[in-house]
């Protein structure tokens, strides 16, 4: 058995070669040797590494018990656990955990604990349910830690649905076993419903806690705003006793979501500063994007005011978020004179920029950049910045710069192109009128075509009056889309109308009764002196 232990856990080996190194707790001082092992003295030993800014160190200890033959008790196997799970080596943790002669529930909690810190959701749920069939009791820890797995990234690509399932087993599994369910635990079920949607079941949870903190009224809230209910978000928010910035910058951010909300961002954000709480860069992110919401560049600037005053300055993703501000104020002055002066820049900034330019009409200067940042500062754009040149081409009318722009993509950077670079090329061709090689464009997609890309297609056909190909570009978006694209019902028809096609037309006007299809009125947002001279000084007389 001692041969097949030294086996398993040789790796530990080289951790120890050091002559540097050397079990100080277990020396004899006076003569140069090691102590017989003892439970009290390995105990005291690998606390000290546990405890350390070093504890790999500490595992020259597991290979000398090895080595030994010791046979150490629980309370050490357990301390070796987690001697090894903060040395980063999981593997030799688990080796421990497997042999353990009994396996107690700190046991458990540990390896639970640490494959959750290492993102394996399968590892985390599957010893959980190992511990429940070896008819062991959880405890609220251990059920707070399932609860973050349901809510964790390496949930979410599977899907909502079974992070929302994971926590509604807990939740029963909580009921059953009787475990004093605390804040702590009552949160960690607030904040997993939350995440997988089901802010319905948060709110039951929410309101039955005696004492509600302001980390559960802000997982509330962010989770209300993120379903556009706004007004439950208001009255969390309202009845939240004990504020923290935290809480202001979950209501900011989701009030400047939306258009309809976006100026009670701006109040929020001066309601903080009135009760002396300084903004962070959560803060500065969230009222930035109001004002582009807003296109206030005004109360940009003030907030930018604010903003050189602190630490954040300087920060990349200020810059960036002022960059995109003012370029969608029509600023693109005011945006380039802050890229200028941002000391370090990445490529977020760099396709802000070029963003900017091409919505702002400077289709050439954003092609400058497209450049520069790859040959003279050697950034490798990722897909938006492909998208910001793309468009710019279009735009400028320069069709081969942009079939070579989108071939680069693969060819010199391997980005495999999304549907929003298709439909791109596809508008760029067909603003050239090159409606033909649009449609092969399309028809030779290695992917099945989306609404978008159809949609690009139709709108093309419209301005060049080309009736026949409209209406396969409309057909082919109906079979996708039927219901959800209304503005294509209408591009097809105008289309037909400005052929002379009026019997087409009635045909196309039948169709959207029969299929219930309507067109939104549109509107547009105008902005007012009211939001453009707010004051955002902090002060209490505002």
């Known amino acids: 058995m001692k041969n097949k232990q030294m086996g398993k856990l040789s790796l530990l080996k080289p951790s120890i070669s050091s002559p540097k190194t050397s079990l100080v707790p277990l020396e004899n001082s006076s003569h140069g040797q090691l102590s017989p092992l003892t439970s009290t003295s390995l105990s005291l030993s690998l606390q000290n590494y546990i405890n350390s800014n070093t504890p790999s160190h500490g595992q020259k200890i597991h290979t000398h018990i090895i080595k030994t033959g010791f046979k150490p008790n629980t ?53 959980f349910r190992r511990l429940v069939s070896c008819n062991e009791k959880p405890d609220g820890y251990t059920f707070s830690m399932i609860l973050k797995v349901s809510g964790s990234d390496g949930v979410r690509p599977i899907g909502r649905r079974i992070g929302c399932r994971i926590g509604k087993e807990v939740h029963a599994q909580i009921v059953k076993s009787y475990v004093v369910v605390d804040d702590v635990l009552s949160t960690a079920l607030v904040d997993s419903y939350v995440k997988s949607g089901r802010v319905d079941y948060a709110r039951r949870v929410f309101d039955f806690m005696m004492e509600k903190d302001v980390v559960c009224s802000t997982s509330m809230i962010s989770g209300y705003m993120r379903q556009g209910l706004v007004e439950d978000a208001e009255d969390v928010f309202a009845k939240t006793v004990v504020k923290d910035v935290v809480v202001f910058n979950a209501m900011i951010e989701g009030y400047s979501k939306s258009v309809e909300t976006v100026k009670k961002a701006i109040e929020v954000y001066i309601s903080m500063q009135r009760l002396d709480f300084k903004p962070n860069m959560s803060t500065f992110a969230s009222i930035i994007g109001a004002c582009s919401v807003l296109a206030a560049f005004e109360v940009g600037q003030q907030v930018q005011g604010q903003l050189m005053k602190t630490d954040f300055a300087s920060n990349i993703k200020m810059g960036s978020a002022l960059i995109d501000m003012y370029s969608k104020c029509g600023r693109i002055e005011d945006a380039r004179k802050v890229f200028d002066e941002m000391p370090v820049k990445n490529v977020f900034s760099w396709t802000s920029m070029i963003d900017g330019y091409g919505k702002n009409g400077d289709p050439t200067e954003a092609l400058n950049l497209f450049s520069q940042m790859q040959n003279v500062h050697r950034i490798k754009p990722n897909h938006v910045t492909f998208l910001g040149a793309l468009s710019a081409c279009g735009h400028a009318g320069l069709v081969s710069k942009g079939l070579e722009i989108f071939n680069i993509m693969e060819k010199d950077y391997t980005m495999k192109p999304h549907m929003e670079h298709y439909a791109c090329m596809v508008d760029l061709l067909g603003r050239a009128g090159r409606l033909n090689q649009a449609l092969q464009f399309v028809t030779s997609m290695p992917e099945k075509p989306n609404s978008d890309v159809w949609a690009a297609l ?25 219901n959800s694209r209304p503005g294509a019902y209408v591009a097809l028809s105008n289309a037909l109308a400005d052929a002379g096609r009026w019997d087409r037309v009635i045909d196309v006007r039948e169709l959207m009764k029969t299929r219930d299809v309507s067109k939104e009125t549109g509107s547009s947002w105008i902005g007012t002196d009211d939001v453009g001279s707010a004051c955002l000084h902090p002060t209490r007389d505002i």
């Not at 082919?476 to 889309?481: A, D, G, I, P, V």
């Open 75 to 127: 309370n050490i196997l357990i301390k070796l656990m987690i001697l090894h799970l903060k040395s980063a080596c999981l593997l030799y943790a688990r080796q421990v955990f497997d042999e353990m002669p009994q396996r107690t529930l700190t046991a458990y909690n540990y390896m639970i604990a640490g494959y959750l810190k290492s993102n394996e959701v399968g590892e985390s749920l599957s010893m």
């Open 458 to 482: 139709l709108s093309s056909c419209r301005l060049h009056g080309d009736v026949e190909m409209a209406s396969i570009a409309a057909n082919e978006l109906f079979k996708l889309s039927s």
